[in-house]
């Protein structure tokens, strides 16, 4: 739980930095950062090829303190091997990148290099975490993964708050790069990683550069299901942004991208949300439960995470007016697939609730089956809907990927192991908030403080029919809630 809540934290504050970059750059120079980044999760998970996660598996079976050091050997040589080998590839084809990316108005050879730096320095780092998530080493972990935020939050700061002011210093004049751009982010994320990578370094004790070829091919054996569900879902999560940049006009391509991004991390509130459940949840489903009470438990879970998903989308939908200023104002006219974005991220939580039923039966095949189906969904739709809506059509394939992969893994759940999850009170709660969020659309007086009065009794009501249908003793809850910061104090 520890790790999750932090890793919670840390994608907090990343969020944050939106608001502070969406008003100092401007959209097309928003969707150039976003454009690379969108790169850096599918470099991640080719080169540590799903081996963090073996090795979190292996070291649980290993029986001396031997048998784990030729285990962190073996997968941090792998890695490091494979990380080296693919930045020696970036530069000896930079040119060619830098080529393309031009040709999508993102061409820059500093970043590209980089880009390929910070890919292979966190795929090495991705195993000296996961060495410590193996010894259970919680406090380290936390640290440095808040520290490299930290750090990365406070070189940005001072990379586009600071030293424009400072440039004229002999002490700083020579940090200064005229139209450098957002060349300064991924300097500060270098930085951060190459930081990273010195407070981890006690977790590289024992190290040998060596590869034992059977305990390898044993982990790779069981990371390749990983790393095919991994690059499919990555695939889901960002390709949108490549598509968004190959198929549109060269006027709007990074602008397009931008605003697309940035409206995004408004409705990644919504995944925030998503996190946190998943995090308290895996324990609970994959090692303290009963297999006879999973279903009920799970059944239960996904009623009351419809309801709070729900809850979620109106608060940000009927309260819109205030969230659009987490942007800058270039990106606000963005704000119309809120709500579409955020039906996606709905159904991703409730494919998440869905996943737990293979993963329990140890039919994790299925995973690989589910994301590649919504892979192929992506894509189309992209294909499809990009040159007609721009980036309004990939919100809307965002959402068709999705709901397919609920709706097919909800068939494959009936066919193999059933449960009876409470669909009228899903259908009951989505028609609700589906009415709610309608009524307000419909309703909306021109005059903003009436409508987010309106809107706000809106909300009463959703809470209202909640409370009523659950038979929720609302008065007792608040008085234990009282009683309990009473206690702490």
Not at 239 to 249: K, V
Not at 336 to 352: E, H, R
Request: charged fraction near 15%.
């Amino acid at each position: 739980m520890t790790y999750g809540l932090s890793t919670i934290m840390v994608k907090f504050i990343n969020y944050a930095l939106t608001i502070y970059f969406t008003r100092i750059l401007t959209d097309s120079q928003y969707g150039v950062q976003s454009f690379y980044y969108a790169f850096i999760p599918f470099g991640l998970t080719v080169l540590t090829m799903g081996l963090e996660t073996g090795y979190f598996r292996f070291a649980g079976k290993c029986d001396s303190a031997e048998s784990r050091e030729r285990l962190f050997s073996t997968v941090l040589s792998a890695v490091a091997t494979a990380s080296l080998l693919f930045f020696a590839a970036v530069m000896l084809f930079l040119e060619p990148i830098y080529e393309y990316t031009a040709s999508l108005g993102a061409g820059s050879r500093p970043i590209i290099m980089m880009c390929g730096a910070l890919i292979a320095i966190d795929a090495i780092s991705a195993i000296p975490y996961a060495r410590l998530r193996a010894e259970e080493r919680t406090k380290r972990f936390v640290v440095t993964k808040v520290a490299n935020v930290l750090i990365n939050v406070g070189l940005c700061l001072f990379f586009y708050s600071v030293l424009p002011r400072v440039n004229h210093l002999g002490a700083f004049g020579w940090m200064w790069i005229d139209d450098f751009g957002v060349g300064y982010i991924f300097v500060a994320n270098l930085m951060a990683s190459l930081a990273t990578v010195v407070m981890l370094m006690p977790q590289f004790s024992g190290f040998r550069p060596r590869i034992d070829r059977r305990l390898l091919g044993s982990l790779l054996i069981f990371s390749a299901p990983l790393l095919v569900s991994g690059l499919s879902g990555t695939a889901n999560e960002f390709i949108d942004r490549q598509l968004l940049a190959a198929l549109l006009p060269p006027e709007v391509k990074m602008s397009s991208v931008g605003i697309y991004s940035g409206v995004m991390k408004i409705a990644a509130l919504m995944y925030l949300f998503i996190q946190m459940y998943r995090f308290a949840a895996e324990p609970l489903f994959l090692t303290n439960i009963k297999k006879e009470d999973f279903k009920t438990a799970n059944a239960e879970a996904m009623k009351f995470f419809i309801i709070v998903s729900v809850g979620i989308f109106l608060l940000i939908t009927l309260y819109i007016d205030l969230f659009q200023y987490f942007l800058g104002p270039s990106f606000r006219v963005g704000m119309k697939i809120v709500p579409i974005l955020l039906l996606s991220n709905m159904m991703i939580g409730i494919y998440v609730n869905l996943s737990f039923w293979y993963k329990i039966t140890e039919r994790t095949i299925f995973a690989v089956v589910i994301s590649l189906a919504g892979l192929l969904v992506t894509i189309s739709l992209n294909l499809l809907l990009i040159p007609r809506l721009g980036y309004e059509g990939s919100a809307w394939a965002r959402l068709g990927c999705e709901s397919c992969m609920v709706v097919l893994s909800y068939l494959l759940n009936r066919h193999y192991y059933p449960i009876r999850y409470d669909l009228r009170s899903a259908a009951f709660y989505m028609t609700l908030g589906g009415a709610i969020y309608g009524l307000s659309v419909l309703l909306s007086p021109d005059d903003t403080a009436l409508r987010l009065a309106l809107n706000t009794l809106l909300l009463a009501l959703f809470g209202f029919i909640f409370i009523k249908k659950e038979r929720i003793d609302a008065k007792a809850l608040i008085t234990a809630i009282i009683n309990k910061i009473k206690n702490r104090q």
